[in-house]
């Protein structure tokens, strides 16, 4: 644990960003598992819980790769990951970013410049 080596997602104050996207991941698994259950009690409700869970849950992964982006050239960071990547190991590699792949700046310095 060295000084000053944090996630530039937590330099850049987008960190909030990652907790509202967890509760939004949270609140569509919560949905799909109540309208799972829900087929054991008749299945009436599954299809408006089910609608509803994957709708939110596609609607946070939307905002979630429009919301996270480059201080200095805007570049949509979670997106750039997500399709350059293996899907197993871009979150990793998005949170290990030091450099925005775009632009080429400094992500977790970026933010204390007044640029
Ligand atoms: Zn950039």
Redesign the pocket.
């Known amino acids: 644990m060295s000084r000053g080596r944090s996630s530039w997602i937590i330099a850049t104050g987008q960190a909030w960003k990652l907790y509202v996207t967890v509760a939004g991941f949270t609140g569509a698994l919560g949905l799909l598992t109540a309208a799972f259950f829900s087929l054991t009690s008749g299945g009436r409700l599954f299809m408006a819980l089910a609608a509803c869970g994957l709708f939110l849950g596609a609607a946070t992964f939307v905002w979630f790769t429009g919301t996270l982006r ?1 201080p ?2 805007s ?1 949509k960071l979670v997106w750039t990951m997500v399709s350059s990547r293996p899907h197993s190991s871009w979150v990793i590699d998005l949170a290990a970013l030091d450099h ?1 792949p ?2 080429k ?1 400094r992500l977790d310095q970026v933010g204390a410049s007044p640029h």
């Open positions: 480059c200095r050239c570049a925005c775009v632009c700046a």
